[in-house]
């Protein structure tokens, strides 16, 4: 079969300890600070076999995330940029829906014909963590396009244990590539969710909230906030053409924070005269850039404000901690969807129509194209970009 194979060098930045558990996995924890001079290319390889508890899926659609573009962008010194746990070489794509081709001897509630979608993080349920319920946290942590093979292929062979039916999108939409498309926006939806209601707590209908980037996590967060009851959603862009995004997932202002700024009015001012001095009661990080963005939210917090933290930057943030305490506030940091009825929850939002994700599907992309689409997402004028690798 085809897939979309990365490969890199393991050569460890200069001053940058290699962890017992890095010698021993080949996992990188800090994946930009181990792995050079990557490698995009389609390649042929073995078709997987499945386990008793796994299942074949044929993969319909995957979407480009931006942990994609940071496997393929590299920073002055020819590394990653992506910050996170990483094992090349590996196939990359983790949005992914498909439908089941094959099914092992102990898979109990999937047969072949299944539409679904998928987990990628890969946790073990037995480990500490696991056990206290915190999948996204698993010890013994394998992701798939991450650190095992993903789904810019042809197939994929992955635990029954972490698919979802995606039989309530097909009552709402007929046409199987439309169900298809949505069921890879899943896993980026599930992100923002677990972000928002499970690790932040959520909000009260009626509050205010903001959403710093507009690409597809931010988009999806706007959709979410807004089906949750958000008076008004603020959001900041840089992109014209993801500002457009932002509205038609409905946000009720967006702004180019830059221009903002060339202006001598920063986001945190325009924040506080939208909300009539009071400031956001819920403010969403997506734009990976916290070190601009979290200063202007902790300058626009409302009394007992939440901060949530879900963009990827390898980077320290200046925070006054006064503000935190003065305020009632809380900073939340957000990793992952496993968990928490998540995934069922956004594929009944979905199916409900309260949230429309077709909207932010911009470009499609034959799996021959994948480089072509991921190189074109690190224009980041788009919202999300599909790979059909059917």
């Known amino acids: 079969m085809r897939g979309l194979m990365l490969e890199a060098k393991w050569e460890p930045k200069p001053g940058y300890i290699v962890s017992d558990f890095e010698k021993r996995t080949g996992k990188a924890i800090t994946g ?17 076999k499945i386990g008793p508890k796994e299942v074949l899926l044929k993969v319909k659609a995957c979407g480009v995330c931006g942990s994609d573009i940071h496997f393929y962008e590299t920073d002055s010194q020819g590394y990653v940029m992506y910050p996170g746990l990483t094992k090349f070489p590996c196939i990359t794509g983790h949005e992914f829906s498909g439908v089941v081709q094959e099914v092992g001897s102990e898979v109990r509630d999937l047969r072949e014909g299944d539409m679904v979608t998928a987990e990628e993080m890969i946790w073990c349920g037995e480990c500490k963590p696991c056990r206290a319920g915190f999948f996204n946290h698993c010890a013994n942590l394998e992701e798939i396009g991450f650190t095992i093979n993903g789904a810019f292929a ?7 244990k972490y698919c979802w039916k995606l039989d309530a999108l097909l009552e709402r939409y007929p046409d199987p590539q439309t169900v298809y498309e949505l069921g890879a926006t899943v896993e980026p939806t599930s992100v923002s969710y677990n972000a928002i209601f499970i690790r932040a707590g959520g909000f009260k209908p009626g509050a205010y909230a903001t959403v710093y980037g ?15 009851g958000a008076a008004k959603v603020i959001a900041f862009e840089t ?3 993801r500002r457009k995004l932002c509205t038609l997932m409905g946000a009720d202002h967006v702004f180019d924070p830059v221009a903002l700024v060339k202006q001598g009015t920063p986001p945190a001012q325009l924040v506080m005269d939208l909300t009539h001095g009071e400031g956001a009661e819920f403010q969403f990080e997506a734009a990976g850039a916290p070190a601009l963005t979290v200063p202007e939210m902790e300058k626009s917090l409302a009394i007992n404000g939440k901060i949530v933290q879900v963009g990827r930057a390898a980077e320290r943030v200046p925070m006054y901690l006064e503000a935190f305490q003065v305020r009632r506030s809380q900073f939340f940091g957000s990793q992952g969807h496993s968990g928490d009825e998540i995934f069922p929850n956004v594929i009944r939002l979905m199916a409900s129509g309260a949230i429309d994700n077709r909207k932010m599907i911009t470009a499609r992309y034959t799996l021959e194209q994948a480089v072509d689409a991921i190189q074109r997402s690190g224009n980041r004028t788009d919202g999300k970009i599909m790979v059909k690798p059917s």
């Open 32 to 48: 930009n600070s181990i792995w050079k001079s990557p490698n995009l290319a389609v390649r042929e390889v073995p078709a997987p």
């Open 154 to 160: 042809e197939y994929l062979a992955i635990g029954g």
């Open 214 to 228: 507009g690409g597809p996590i931010g988009l999806t967060a706007i959709a979410l906030l807004k089906a949750a």
């Open 239 to 241: 992109v014209e053409e």
